[in-house]
């Protein structure tokens, strides 16, 4: 054999061991890097986790957050902290856990508003899909719009041929701009060619309050605030906002059924995170929430707040944050005219 060769066969086999060695580190260094992330999930929680949202306390959003931090505080040994920090339309509780640290203690409880004010807010700074993530849906309730019985009207073709034929005289309250009740009343406005008045409320039991007492003609209600005022006579319920009757309430069509097919203006509720939270550390508190919505208790706040548990994978409920952007926009355009 000449020395070229010999050369020539000295350097493949050097460059042979070099890269069995180099797949060799590779792979100690990948097995090392599974091992610490697995660590680091299996040490996770190990100090409070926040729920930030943006409703005021005692609300339907407020409780069943309140019942699931309990639950999760069970499951996962450590404290889930709730914290309301309301304004800005959820705007404030949003940006806060935007801005926080991506290490997996900090979490949003959104709801329809938060798809609502990328629109509403286009100067907002916190986009979803770029600053924040969806990680478990938790549910969804439609609204019951009812009026005062002294408007006289019985039905919802009654109160559309009212509000048709006097532009602005009925009026309906909302909690604020950009909220379901909000939502409800200008998506019936462009579907039935009607121009009712909004009046905003800093909450729903003023809204409640002078609804009963005159001073506000209807209400898109969450069903559990009004379901004993309707049940006792002191409101008329006309039409319930989702796609099926409300149980409580079995005997009130659906906007659909009422001459609207389609018509879907509910409240869903979901947790949020920050892009970039560890995805270990994300995954334990999703499966931290399907656990606790299994529970007697979580299943009971959701039934007395009349929501419906939402069950999807983390994947499909941010394609499903995504959908309800796009769907609201035209809404928005609407109000914003």
């Known amino acids: ?3 070229l060769s010999k ?4 350097f493949v086999r050097a460059a042979f061991l ?15 890097t599974a091992a610490t992330t697995s660590a680091l999930a299996n040490n996770f929680p190990d100090r409070p986790i926040k729920f930030i949202l943006g409703f005021g306390t005692g609300g339907p959003t407020d409780i069943i957050a309140r019942t699931l931090a309990d639950q999760l505080s069970k499951d996962l040994g450590q404290r889930v902290i709730v914290e309301n ?13 935007a801005s926080a640290d991506a290490d997996g203690y900090s979490y949003l409880i959104g709801a329809t508003p938060l798809a609502v004010n990328e629109s509403l807010f286009p100067e907002l700074p916190v986009k979803f899909g770029r600053d924040l993530v969806a990680v478990a ?38 909690v604020g701009i950009g909220s379901s009740s909000h939502l409800a009343g200008v998506a019936l406005d462009l579907r039935a060619g009607t121009k009712m008045l909004a009046i905003a409320y800093r909450g729903g039991g003023e809204a409640l309050k002078d609804l009963l007492g005159g001073q506000v003609d209807a209400w898109f209600a969450p069903v559990a605030s009004v379901l004993g005022a309707v049940q006792a ?16 309430l079995p005997n ?40 606790a919505m299994a529970t ?4 009971a706040a959701l039934t007395t707040q009349g929501i419906t548990p939402m069950t999807m994978s983390r994947p499909d409920f941010n394609k499903f944050v995504m959908t309800e952007i796009e769907r609201w926009k035209t809404v928005v355009v609407a109000f914003k005219k």
């Open 7 to 10: 050369i020539t066969i000295a």
């Open 252 to 291: 009130v069509p659906t906007m659909s059924e009422s001459g609207f097919p389609g018509f879907d203006s509910r409240l869903w509720v979901g947790v949020f995170a920050r892009t970039g939270v560890p995805a270990d550390s994300m995954h334990v508190v999703e499966m931290a929430i399907a656990r």
């Open 137 to 174: 849906p938790i549910g969804a309730t439609a609204n019951v719009l009812v009026v005062r019985p002294s408007l006289n009207v019985k039905t919802l073709a009654e109160l559309i041929q009212r509000a048709r034929s006097q532009p602005d005289a009925v009026s309906y309250a909302t």
């Open 18 to 32: 070099s890269l069995r060695a180099y797949f060799a580190v590779a792979a100690t260094a990948f097995i090392l």
């Open 296 to 299: 007697a208790d979580m299943q």
């Open 233 to 248: 006579g002191n409101l008329v319920a006309l039409a319930s906002t989702g796609p099926q009757r409300v149980p409580g």
């Open 1 to 3: 054999m000449d020395t």
């Open 85 to 97: 920090k309301t304004g800005a339309s959820g705007n404030l509780a949003t940006q806060a856990v």
